[in-house]
């Protein structure tokens, strides 16, 4: 495990600290020594995935000015994850509220230059990469140099592009120094589930555990299953951020798994780690996103000298034990 640093007196904000990554990345914080940390997130307190008392925790809505302000006073690093985002479903039906996310980095980034951060990380996305380089299920994994000429996801995957541009020049311009994860298919517990913002992991966690719990035996499983991604553990994913931050490394860098499975190999792994196999319903009219992602770990492995490497079936065991658990209280009448 990396260290982020040995000074832990410095503050430290997480910007969407009440979401799944941002909620992580404060364990891990915490973890290590850290007592000054800013967490902040638009959400009431009582929705955030996790909340640490020992922490400063601050419901705040970071697509204002005054707000970013607030949010990067007296601060030396800035985590920013805040953005409006959730699974394929979401993101096919909800392109303008997404690109919406612009105003939080862009505001986050000009508080933080003028309240003279050090540091400053992006939370980007493989969705930046072109769709005509995902278009097979047998895809090239995506280097981090392919992401031109751009013709990313619509609504967040230009989002995302125009925030690592947003980075790039502020670095330039003002000397910000700023990093830029592309994140892969995270997935891991406390989490979105259920609800729409939930991403293929967890969705196939729940159906199976619904599956399991209801005795029904059948899972609907959304576009042909064959269609292919990386999938990365929430662990890794907080590592190679750590990682990242406390680099030299400018440039945009993929976080991401590189174990290519199809949806179908996906729902077998968890039925594997449910002890149940359960008959399919394909439903070819679901949003499904490209026909195949995956990543190209060549620069994270020269730069980093590490890359994720938690295998997809222990990671989906912890997911699905978790969601499980949700899905058993739930069920358990108060």
Not at 25 to 36: P, T, W
Not at 121 to 148: G, N, W
Request: one cysteine or more; a neutral charge; aromatic letters at 8%.
């Amino acid at each position: 495990m990396q260290h982020l640093t040995t000074d832990t007196t410095g503050r430290i904000l997480v910007a969407g600290a009440g979401g799944f990554i941002g909620g992580h990345l404060v364990a891990r914080l915490r973890a290590e020594g850290y007592r000054h940390v800013r967490a902040v997130d638009h959400k009431p307190l009582s929705q955030w995935y996790q909340r640490f008392d020992d922490v400063e925790n601050v419901q705040l809505d970071l697509r204002g000015a005054e707000a970013c302000r607030r949010a990067c006073a007296s601060v030396s690093e800035v985590f920013n994850f805040a953005a409006d985002m959730g699974g394929m479903g979401f993101i096919e039906s909800h392109k303008a509220d997404c690109m919406l996310s612009v105003l939080i980095n862009t505001q986050l980034l000009l508080a933080a230059r003028d309240a003279a951060c050090q540091r400053y990380l992006f939370a980007s996305s493989a969705c930046v990469y072109p769709i005509h380089r995902q278009a097979t299920a047998d895809v090239m994994p995506l280097k981090e140099t392919e992401a031109y000429p751009a013709m990313p996801e619509d609504g967040y995957g230009w989002e995302k592009l125009f925030g690592e541009r947003m980075c790039r020049h502020f670095a330039e311009d003002f000397g910000l120094q700023t990093r830029i994860a592309r994140f892969h298919n995270v997935y891991g517990p406390n989490g979105a589930y259920d609800g729409g913002r939930e991403k293929a992991p967890a969705a196939i966690c729940r159906k199976v555990g619904q599956a399991v719990l209801s005795g029904t035996r059948e899972i609907e499983i959304w576009g042909d299953g064959q269609q292919t991604r990386s999938f990365t553990f929430i662990d890794d994913c907080i590592e190679g951020t750590v990682r990242l931050m406390r680099s030299s490394c400018s440039e945009p860098l993929n976080i991401g798994s590189a174990e290519l499975v199809t949806i179908d190999r996906l729902v077998e792994l968890v039925e594997g780690v449910a002890g149940v196999t359960l008959d399919r319903r394909y439903r070819a009219d679901a949003p499904t996103g490209v026909r195949g992602r995956n990543s190209d770990n060549t620069r994270i492995r020269a730069l980093l000298g590490w890359e994720p490497s938690t295998p997809l079936r222990d990671g989906m065991q912890r997911t699905y034990t978790w969601i499980v658990e949700q899905l058993a209280r739930a069920r358990v009448p108060t």
